[in-house]
C-alpha cells in the first residue's frame, strides 16, 4: 500500500476538473497556503455509477429494518449489547453481505448513541456492541449500499432507547477508534458458517441524548473514518432524515453542512452529496439541522454533529 509521503497541498496547479487523477487530485486553488481547500459540489463518481449499474434493480429497493433486540424500553443487565435486526420489505435482492475479495457490500449502519456508526455486514448473527456505559442509550439503524450511501424509504430506518443497568464496561478503556474505517475488521470472523463469533465493537462511553423520536431527527451518517485513492475525492455525505422534509423536497427544514468551520453552506434535498476537492490531512464535517430561518432545531443534541475524517492518500 505505498503510503507516498506526499507534498503537493502547496503549490500545485489548479486542478480543475479532476477527470481521474487519482492521488493527486487535491489543493485545488492552494496558490500558496498550505492546506487551502476549495470544495465544490461533483458528480457520482464513475466507478460508483459502475456499481450502481450492476446492481440492477437493487438500489429501487425498500428494505425494512426492525430491531428485534434490544427491545424498546428494554434494561440490558451486561456491557456486551446484543443487537438482533430483522429485515424484510420490498428487497429487490438487497442483502447485507461482505465480499471478500472487496471488502465491501451491503450492509446495516448501526450507531449507538450519536457515535459514528458501526458496520454490520451478516444479519444471520448476533451484533454486539461491546462496553457500553452504565446508563440509559440510544440505538439507531438504517440500510445501507456498499458505498455507504443510505436507503431513504420509510422503514428503512429504526430506533429504540435501552438502558444498560450494572453492566460493567471498563471506563478506563479508550475509544476503541476515533479515526477508524472499521470496515475491514467486521469480517475479521468472514469464514461464512464458521461457528460465528459476532461482528462488533467496544464502544466509546456516551449516553442518549434526551431525544424525541417524533420530533425532526437528522442522523450523521457520512464521511467517516480514513479515505484513500479514489474514495478520497469527491467524498459523500450522507444522513438520514426522520419527521423532517426539506425545503427542495417540499418542507420547511434545511441541513446546513460546513467543513473544517468553513462557510456554512446549505443541503435542500434529501440525497446524498459529493464534494471534490479535498486536501490530505483531517477536516472536520459539521452537520445541522436547522428551519427556514437558519435556526438550529435541537432534539436532544443529534442534530448537530461534528465528525473527524482523515484523508491519508
Ligand atoms: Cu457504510
Keep these: 500500500m505505498a503510503a507516498t509521503a506526499f ?26 497556503a498550505a492546506p487551502a481547500q476549495t470544495l465544490s459540489v461533483g458528480e457520482v463518481p464513475q466507478h460508483i455509477k459502475d456499481m450502481m449499474a450492476a446492481r440492477g434493480e437493487q438500489d429501487k429497493a425498500a428494505p425494512t429494518l426492525k430491531i428485534a433486540a434490544p427491545a424498546e424500553g428494554a434494561t440490558v443487565e451486561s456491557s456486551t449489547v446484543k443487537v438482533k435486526l430483522d429485515l424484510s420489505g420490498d428487497l429487490k435482492g438487497y442483502k447485507p453481505h461482505m465480499d471478500h475479495e472487496t471488502k465491501m457490500g451491503n450492509h446495516i449502519h448501526v450507531i449507538l448513541d450519536n457515535q459514528p456508526y458501526e458496520a454490520y455486514y451478516n444479519l444471520d448473527s448476533e451484533f454486539e456492541l461491546r462496553n457500553v456505559a452504565d446508563g440509559e442509550h440510544t440505538l439507531r439503524v ?7 450511501e443510505s436507503y431513504k424509504n420509510d422503514g428503512s430506518f429504526q430506533m429504540v432507547r435501552f438502558t444498560v443497568k450494572n ?22 470472523n468472514s469464514n461464512a458458517n464458521a461457528a460465528p463469533t459476532p461482528e462488533g465493537k467496544a464502544m466509546a462511553e456516551s449516553k442518549a441524548g434526551d431525544v424525541d423520536p417524533k ?23 450522507d444522513f438520514w432524515l426522520a419527521n423532517a422534509k426539506l425545503t427542495g ?45 437558519g435556526n438550529l432545531v435541537d432534539n436532544g443534541g443529534y442534530n448537530s454533529t461534528t465528525r473527524e475524517i482523515n484523508i491519508v492518500n
Design 7 to 32: 507534498l503537493a497541498a502547496c503549490g500545485e496547479q489548479p486542478t480543475g476538473n479532476n477527470s481521474n487523477t487519482g492521488n493527486t487530485a487535491n489543493a485545488a486553488n492552494a496558490n500558496t
Design 142 to 148: 438504517f440500510a445501507s449500499r456498499p458505498w455507504h
Design 167 to 188: 453492566g460493567g464496561a471498563d471506563a478506563t478503556k479508550p475509544a476503541t477508534t476515533a479515526n477508524g474505517q472499521q470496515m475491514s475488521n467486521a469480517n475479521a
Design 215 to 237: 420530533k425532526p431527527l437528522l442522523t450523521y451518517s457520512r464521511p467517516k473514518g480514513e479515505y484513500k485513492g479514489r474514495d478520497a475525492d469527491p467524498i459523500m455525505i
Design 249 to 293: 423536497d417540499g418542507g420547511e427544514y434545511r441541513v446546513r453542512y460546513s467543513v473544517d468551520g468553513g462557510e456554512a453552506k446549505f443541503i435542500e434535498k434529501w440525497e446524498p452529496l459529493w464534494l471534490k476537492g479535498w486536501t490530505t490531512g483531517k477536516h472536520t464535517i459539521k452537520l445541522e439541522l436547522v428551519d427556514k430561518d
